[in-house]
């Protein structure tokens, strides 16, 4: 079964720094791109990063650039998510996907919530 | 990277079609055959419905299907279920590596 499972949200202040990390199950996770979405409470989805399988190309929203980088640990079946330099905007589910579809995401995590705030 | 355009309500009685709209760019739902749909049921994560334009994920019913013409592309329920009643939200590849969704829409099941 393919599993993919968030961890490391929590409560940050302005200006701070949190690590999302996503363990993975159940699939060949170095086969696959990986992505990270974010959805602020009550509000829609908003694309966050995406990594190629080997980690050698990255993209990222303009919200996040310069900001966030996406990362992983192919030997650890793990993806990493570093957001720096934290704003009360920032605050969301933030859901680790598999693109395991063309174009798309298939699999989704149920997310790790970061709240951004004083 | 703006958010595609959706309606932001939908509605329509149990065995009716409903169709969504989701507007773009040339740079992201008209330049590239990589529009997916999702739903999303309150407190869930979403599921993928259907991807590169009108493809559907193993599983998926047949009742939904998609569709492209320009900037715009579309999902229909057809045959509309007391469970299809979600958050249904598209998503482009917007070239350079990145992707954008769109703004959401409710659909309601009468």
């Known amino acids: 079964e393919v599993q993919v499972v968030e961890s490391g949200g929590g409560l940050v202040q302005p200006g701070g720094s949190l690590r999302l990390a996503c363990v993975a199950s159940?699939?060949?996770?170095?086969?696959?791109?990986m992505h990270w979405v974010r959805q602020a409470p009550g509000k829609g989805l908003v694309w966050v990063s995406q990594?190629?399988?080997?980690?050698?190309?990255?993209g990222y929203a303009d919200s996040v650039k310069g900001r966030f980088t996406i990362s992983r640990d192919n030997a650890k079946n793990t993806l990493y998510l570093q957001m720096n330099s934290l704003r009360a905007e920032d605050t969301a589910v933030y859901y680790c996907?598999?693109?395991?579809?063309?174009?798309?995401?298939?699999?989704w995590g149920q997310g790790a919530l970061v709240t951004v705030s004083s | 990277q703006s958010a595609l355009t959706q309606p932001p309500s939908a509605s329509g009685s149990p065995g009716q079609s409903v169709t969504i709209s989701c507007t773009g760019t040339s740079s992201d739902v008209g330049g590239y055959n990589y529009v997916s749909w999702y739903q999303q049921h309150p407190g869930k994560a979403p599921k993928a419905m259907i991807y590169e334009v009108s493809k559907r994920p193993s599983g998926v019913p047949d009742r939904f299907s998609g569709s492209k013409s320009g900037n715009t592309a579309s999902l229909t329920v057809s045959g509309l279920q007391a469970e299809d009643e979600a958050d249904y939200y598209c998503s482009s590849y917007a070239g350079s590596d990145t992707f954008v969704f769109g703004t959401g829409t409710k659909v309601t099941v009468l």
């Open positions: 996907t598999r693109g395991g579809i063309p174009g798309g995401v298939d699999y």
């Open positions: 159940g699939f060949t996770f170095s086969k696959h791109w």
């Open positions: 990594i190629k399988t080997d980690g050698s190309t990255t």
